[in-house]
T-cell receptor, first 116, second 119 residues
Framework: NAGVMQNPRHLVRRRGQEARLRCSPM?????VYWYRQLPEEGLKFMVY????????ESGMPKERFSAEFPKEGPSILRIQQVVRGDSAAYFCASSPPAGQGAVEAFFGQGTRLTVV | AQTVTQSQPEMSVQEAETVTLSCTYDTSENNYYLFWYKQPPSRQMILVIR??????QNATENRFSVNFQKAAKSFSLKISDSQLGDTAMYFC????????????????FGKGTKLSVIP
């Protein structure tokens, strides 16, 4: 059973370009979470999605950031017109629906975004 | 809203010695989960140990144990017989039960403690 897969592991973008980060949850998991880790900081929650639904986006910046989790395919975190301050590690985690006995989400290895 | 505070940005310990990392949190919830995660240079988030607030017994996983003081909202991690491979960032995290609200396993993290194990 493969773990949470994120790609790419490293992504370099010039200011003003778009960044697309992908996350494939563990098999059987229908919930996805995105976190951002700035240098020397802990992980900060961005958004929680279920298939085809955004459940909680209270941690998402109001502009330029969007996320989706389509019925088929990976979850995508999209950052438009990137700026230097977007440089960070972005982590995805996945979990099954509540009530299936799990008590934790499982993390991918993260995508390090560098904006030059 | 929940907050998690780790007051020790950096710590060091001699190999084979014992070290304790501190964590305090603030919540109005009565039931919740607390976690310690390890993040080595590879950046992978590795779950070290988990504590359920309604359990009075402190969790233990091999060389790792916690001191959970619910009334004081304190959740410290003790690493015994420290090994070089324990060198990493350690994050304390809080989670409301997934069966509450929207079934979320969302975590609130502290800022981390950088632990160095010295040979």
């Amino acid at each position: 059973n493969a773990g949470v897969m994120q790609n790419p592991r490293h992504l370099v973008r010039r200011r003003g370009q778009e960044a697309r980060l992908r996350c494939s949850p563990m098999k059987g998991h229908s919930h996805v979470y995105w976190y951002r880790q700035l240098p020397e900081e802990g992980l900060k929650f961005m958004v929680y999605l279920q298939k085809e639904n955004i459940i909680d986006e209270s941690g998402m910046p109001k502009e330029r950031f969007s996320a989706e989790f389509p019925k088929e395919g990976p979850s995508i975190l999209r950052i438009q017109q990137v700026v230097r301050g977007d440089s960070a590690a972005y982590f995805c985690a996945s979990s099954p629906p509540a009530g299936q006995g799990a008590v934790e989400a499982f993390f991918g290895q993260g995508t390090r975004l560098t904006v030059v | 809203a929940q907050t998690v505070t780790q007051s020790q940005p950096e710590m060091s310990v001699q190999e084979a010695e014992t070290v304790t990392l501190s964590c305090t949190y603030d919540t109005s919830e009565n039931n919740y989960y607390l976690f310690w995660y390890k993040q080595p240079p590879s950046r992978q988030m590795i779950l070290v140990i988990r504590q359920e607030a309604y359990k009075q017994q402190n969790a233990t996983e091999n060389r790792f144990s916690v001191n959970f003081q619910k009334a004081a909202k304190s959740f410290s991690l003790k690493i015994s017989d420290s090994q070089l491979g324990d060198t990493a960032m350690y994050f304390c995290a809080f989670m409301k039960p997934p069966y509450s609200g929207a079934g979320s396993y969302q975590l609130t993290f502290g800022k981390g403690t950088k632990l160095s194990v010295i040979p």
